[in-house]
Structures are given as C-alpha cells and as structure tokens.
C-alpha cells in the first residue's frame, strides 16, 4: 500500500464516519416523529436553562448534581418537558455513576436512537413523546434486564406516590 493509497483511503473512511455520524444524529422533523412539537422558543420559555441544554440540546448535567440521583420514595419519574411517565421507582438502582439509573423504563415511555458524539455508537433515550434527549443506556446493568438507562435527573421530575390513607 503506498502512502497516497492510504492517506485517500483514511480522509475517505474520515469523511464518510462524519457524514454517517452526521445523518444518524440529525433529527427528523419534530412533527414527523413526536406527538408534542414545540419551537425552540417555546420550549425556552417552559423549560430552565438547564433542562433545555439537556432536553432540547443533548447536554448532560454534571455527575453527582441532581437530588434525583438519591431519591428512594416509591413513585414515577416524568419528562420534565411534557410530563410522560418513563420510569417506575421499582426500576431504580443505585449505579455509582452520579446520574439516576434504572433497569427499565415504563412501556411506551422512551425512545432510542444511535449518537456518535463521542465517535463510536451510544444507544441514546429519548422522551417517546417530546423527542426530549434524557440520557444512554448501556448494557452493563444488573439482572434482571443488564441494561443501565443512565438518566440526567435534570431532564426528569418526581412523582411520588400518594399513600394510602389509613382505614
């Protein structure tokens, strides 16, 4: 292999990762895959600024910082934008990692889709109904699933559950 062959077929393997990482992260059109659809000023006008770099920008809040991290009471975790139910406290876990993690959402409660922002393929979660960028799940989680959804807190709220009053 000479060294032209090879720098060609480098920029071209280059070139051709970027537009790939390019198209699996380019979003389709709101309204052709989510139920609610929002302008980017709208969703800044109901969501801190927090939530939207996480929710509509694909941030990720600093490890250790959400309250959500360490929250035991029995209940349901909601997007923070729309209120969907996506992940039961039955589900939670204590991961180590400093972001909320769960072995499994809540039947219909999230998405996924593949991200390349760090280069190579991460499973994305998203809301199922706002398209809101909650976290990654990984397949290092325990039984029963071994799966680890790996929230940011910041893109969730708590609902807990009522008790039961007493008879």
């Given at each position: 292999m000479t060294r032209r062959t090879f720098l060609?077929?480098?920029?071209?393997?280059?070139?051709?990762?970027?537009?790939?990482?390019?198209?699996?992260t380019a979003p389709a059109t709101a309204a052709e895959r989510f139920l609610i659809n929002k302008t980017p000023a709208e969703w800044k006008q109901m969501l801190t600024p927090e939530q939207y770099a996480v929710l509509r920008e694909h941030g990720t809040e600093r490890a250790g910082s959400s309250p959500l991290d360490h929250e035991?009471?029995?209940?349901l975790f909601l997007c923070a934008a729309c209120g969907q139910p996506l992940f039961s406290s039955a589900a939670k876990f204590d991961s180590g990692t400093g972001w909320p993690s769960f072995t499994e959402p809540l039947p219909g409660?999230?998405?996924?889709?593949?991200?390349?922002?760090?280069?190579?393929?991460?499973?994305?979660?998203?809301?199922?109904?706002?398209?809101?960028?909650?976290?990654?799940?990984?397949?290092?989680?325990?039984?029963p699933?071994?799966?680890?959804?790996?929230?940011?807190?910041v893109a969730m709220r708590f609902e807990p559950r009522e008790a039961a009053p007493a008879g």
């Open positions: 060609l077929g480098s920029a071209g393997l280059l070139g051709g990762g970027l537009l790939a990482r390019y198209l699996a035991k009471r029995t209940g409660g999230v998405g996924t889709s593949t991200d390349y922002k760090l280069i190579y393929p991460r499973t994305e979660v998203h809301c199922a109904r706002c398209g809101g960028h909650l976290g990654h799940v990984f397949n290092d989680g325990p039984p699933t071994g799966k680890r959804y790996c929230m940011n807190g």
